[in-house]
């Protein structure tokens, strides 16, 4: 990016120069990220870089561009992490690295629980930011909610998301199920699938930059889930279970949740077809 600090640079040239810089460094959606670093770092809309043809940077907003730039195309670090926050469902939530970055697909895990009764108790193990326990208490103020993670850290933000967000959700630090009160009638969790295996295969973006506990489950990827279902069998009051797997885990994880006495069993797609989400009910 080009331009002195007293006259500055064109927001649309700074743009143009990020797009290049980030596309040259392969990741995958050039454009959207140059244009929601420049407008977080100018505090504006994305509407306002395009209609907008005076927009200038300038200042220290100069120095902050190059480095939030520098951070995706060199560093490879998600858009999220640069700028701090991430919507899930209607919740503008903060995430970090202490964190991983909620997806889209995990929404499915709210969808399913919607439709519980009014009062339930839901438990979601592995809250990490506290997106699926937070965005449920938004949409379904009458529910109780628990948010646990065996992570301290990632617990202190779902906490402090909680609190900036003035939403009731109770945090729980507790390997799986382990000691956590026999009180929930549906378990929600989005858990580590990745299988040691597939380590190479993933983007810089994630296995540089989020907790390799959010990502890691064993050789297979099914070690977190064959853990947390062993335990819930022995949790009769449990009615409703959905997880969310990996792609082609619906099966191996079908069996498991059969054989912890669930039979009423179905997988939700992702939006992009994807079978995301076993869900089973007893
Ligand atoms: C895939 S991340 C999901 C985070 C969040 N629920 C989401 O969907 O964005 C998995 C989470 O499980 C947590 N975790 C890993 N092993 C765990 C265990 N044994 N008990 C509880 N939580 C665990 C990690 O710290 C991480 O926050």
Sequence with gaps: ?????????????ALDGAITAIAAAGCETPRLDAEVLLSHVLGVGRERLLTDRELTVRGPAVRAFQNAVRRRAVEREPVAYIVGSRGFRRLDLTVDHRVLIPRPETELLVEVALSLPRG????????????????LKDERPDMHVTGSDLSEEALALARAN?????????????????????????????????AESERGSLAPEILRHEPAEALFAGP??????????????????????????GAGQVPAVMELVCAAGFRAMRAEKDLAGIERVVVGER
């Design 120 to 135: 339930v108790r839901v438990l979601d193990v592995g809250t990490g930011s506290g997106a699926v326990a937070l965005a």
């Design 162 to 194: 909680g609190e900036r967000l003035g939403l009731e959700v109770e945090w729980l630090r507790a390997d799986l199920l382990t000691d956590v009160p026999d009180e929930f009638d549906a378990i929600l969790s989005n858990p580590p699938y990745v």
């Design 220 to 245: 297979d990827g099914l070690m977190a889930i064959r853990a947390l279902l062993a335990q819930v069998a022995a949790r009769v009051r449990v009615r409703l279970v959905a997880l969310e797997v």
């Design 1 to 13: 990016m080009s331009g002195s600090l007293d006259t500055g640079t064109l927001a649309c040239d």
